[in-house]
């Protein structure tokens, strides 16, 4: 199907009634980029770490500092003149009740398979350590270096992890570098599955992976279905406090998240662990991993190896 995307420029207080308009002609919904609103929040939440384009401005031609920008799609297949024609009469009634600027300040014609598959042309087989991440859809060179290498197929959908991100990397390391065979494993905050994947294909017993995101739990489920991952194999939607201690205890958990929660959890990745365990650990920014490091040996862990990638760093812990 064919959509037109739209950015309109508007004074701050006309913000939602733009999204309104947009959404009366058909638009599922509408992004709104306030700049200002942005920067407000990011001053006091618990966030690690915020790409820098993140607080960029979304676009040329609008002041960020007194205007949003509002975005949507709309129904291009009664043709894009008078589409646009229609939105402009909108906003004009929409500028004058605020006293201020709603004017459309870019228009691209667009069709919904393009949102849908573009990342895929940036998602292409890559090696880290001795596993091979390779996209479902994409097809190996008959002369690809294959030998001694775990190939991990991926398609992370919407979900998280797709190996390409430096805390994902990460932890694949230390997986291949300090899970034993045979280890019963833990991922905590799963996201596509590729560190469970990893740790099957690197010889785990088995496996339970949770996340709190209903749509991960699906993404990931496929995943290790469609790399023969099935049997000794759970992904369970919840968290970790929902988890029950296997006999002897979880031999590795990886937990690829964020700081904060790190340090909630890491006594209760302890009360799942057998001694001489190891619990993988990323999502952490270089400004916290002393916090992140100070809490695990509070909750009874050693560091037994460390890695650091650009601003991400990412601990093995032993427990006992």
């Known amino acids: 199907m064919r959509y037109i995307r739209v950015s309109v420029a508007a ?19 509408a992004e709104i980029h306030d700049a200002l609103e942005a920067r407000e929040y990011l001053a006091t939440a618990d966030i690690d770490y915020v790409d820098g384009s993140a607080l960029a401005s979304a676009g040329e031609g609008y002041d960020p500092e007194a205007e949003v920008l509002v975005r949507g799609y709309l129904s291009a297949e009664g043709g894009m003149a008078g589409v646009i024609g229609e939105l402009k009469a909108r906003l004009r009634d929409i500028g004058a009740v605020f006293s201020g600027r709603a004017e459309v300040i870019g228009e691209e014609a667009c069709d919904d398979s393009e949102w849908a598959d573009a990342w895929k042309e940036h998602f292409k087989p890559f090696h880290v350590g001795g596993f091979l991440i390779k996209p479902t859809w994409e097809v190996l060179p008959e002369k690809t270096a294959l030998r001694g290498k775990l190939i991990i197929e991926m398609d992370p959908g919407i979900a998280f992890g797709s190996g390409t991100h430096e805390s994902t990397r990460l932890c694949l390391r230390l997986i291949e570098a300090h899970m034993r065979d045979g280890d019963d494993v833990l991922d905590v905050g799963t996201g596509s599955g590729i560190l469970g994947i990893a740790a099957m294909r690197n010889g785990a017993g088995s496996l339970l992976a949770v996340d709190v995101d209903a749509a991960a739990v699906g993404v990931a489920r496929r995943n290790l279905a469609s790399n023969g991952c099935i049997r000794r194999v759970a992904v369970m939607e919840g968290t970790v406090y929902g988890v029950r201690r296997p006999p002897g205890g ?18 209760e990745y302890a009360r799942l662990m057998g001694d001489g365990a190891t619990c993988v650990v990323s999502g952490i920014i270089a400004e916290r991993a002393g916090e992140v490091r100070e809490a695990f040996e509070g909750a009874g862990f050693a560091v037994a190896d460390g ?6 760093v990412a601990y093995a812990f032993r427990r006992g």
Not at 250 to 267: H, P, T
């Open 11 to 29: 004074v701050r207080e006309a913000a939602d009634s733009v999204a309104e308009g947009l959404m009366g002609m058909g638009a599922g919904g």
């Open 250 to 267: 979880y031999g590795l958990i990886a937990a690829n998240i964020v700081a904060s929660v790190l340090v909630r959890d890491c006594r």
């Open 307 to 312: 890695l650091t990638e650009g601003e991400w």
